[in-house]
T-cell receptor, first 116, second 111 residues
Framework: EPEVTQTPSHQVTQMGQEVILRCVPI?????FYWYRQILGQKVEFLVS????????KSEIFDDQFSVERPDGSNFTLKIRSTKLEDSAMYFC??????????????FGDGTRLSIL | KNEVEQSPQNLTAQEGEFITINCSYS?????LHWLQQHPGGGIVSLFM???GKKKHGRLIATINIQEKHSSLHITASHPRDSAVYIC?????????????FGEGTQLTVNP
């Protein structure tokens, strides 16, 4: 069964450094998402992406964050000037369609980001 | 405020028991998802439903739109069912495709 793959599985970064989290969505999927889960807390929506642009973002997704689809397969989340509170598990997800039609979202295994 | 609440937060059962996890939400939705999060952190989608009932193996999910409530049932529970079960909803078409998540229910099934 097709999977969403995320790399790396664990990233350790010094505070203030930039980090890029990578995701390969399922190949025929058109909508892509990033979520994060701070340890012990619930999963939170960050951003959704469709047709090479952000379709929706949460209040968490400020200027520190950016997303990109640099080629036909990868979907990346960049965090500039990381802060301690950025430490979390980051999940990528994809779905075939969205908009007015409900579609299941398929999640990757996550990247655990630790900021020191 | 659009919220999702789950109960119980923690649930311990003996192997073979029937399990029920509940989810309620504050306003109308277009879809509700049940997800399973493994101890390593990975998330697996179990069900997406907008009405009625769905069944997959020993798992059954139901939703009552009028009551704004959904339940996830596990029949003949097994230790391998031990995981965090998460309810997530898409509140409306106008709010886009984002999911809003509950806190999760930690299920432990003892042999």
């Amino acid at each position: 069964e097709p999977e969403v793959t995320q790399t790396p599985s664990h990233q350790v970064t010094q505070m203030g450094q930039e980090v890029i989290l990578r995701c390969v969505p399922i190949s025929n999927h058109l909508y892509f998402y990033w979520y994060r889960q701070i340890l012990g807390q619930k999963v939170e929506f960050l951003v959704s992406f469709y047709n090479n642009e952000i379709s929706e973002k949460s209040e968490i997704f400020d200027d520190q964050f950016s997303v990109e689809r640099p080629d036909g397969s990868n979907f990346t989340l960049k965090i500039r000037s990381t802060k301690l509170e950025d430490s979390a598990m980051y999940f990528c997800a994809s779905s075939e369609l969205s908009g007015t039609r409900n579609q299941p979202q398929h999640f990757g295994d996550g990247t655990r980001l630790s900021i020191l | 405020k659009n919220e999702v609440e789950q109960s119980p937060q923690n649930l311990t059962a003996q192997e073979g028991e029937f399990i029920t996890i509940n989810c309620s939400y504050s306003v109308g939705i277009s879809a509700l998802h049940w997800l399973q999060q493994h101890p390593g952190g990975g998330i697996v989608s179990l069900f997406m439903l907008s009405s009625g009932k769905k069944k997959h193996g020993r798992l059954i999910a139901t939703i009552n739109i009028q009551e704004k409530h959904s339940s996830l049932h596990i029949t003949a529970s097994h230790p391998r069912d031990s995981a965090v079960y998460i309810c997530a909803v898409r509140f409306s078409v106008s709010s886009g495709s984002r999911l809003t998540f509950g806190e999760g229910t930690q299920l432990t099934v003892n042999p």
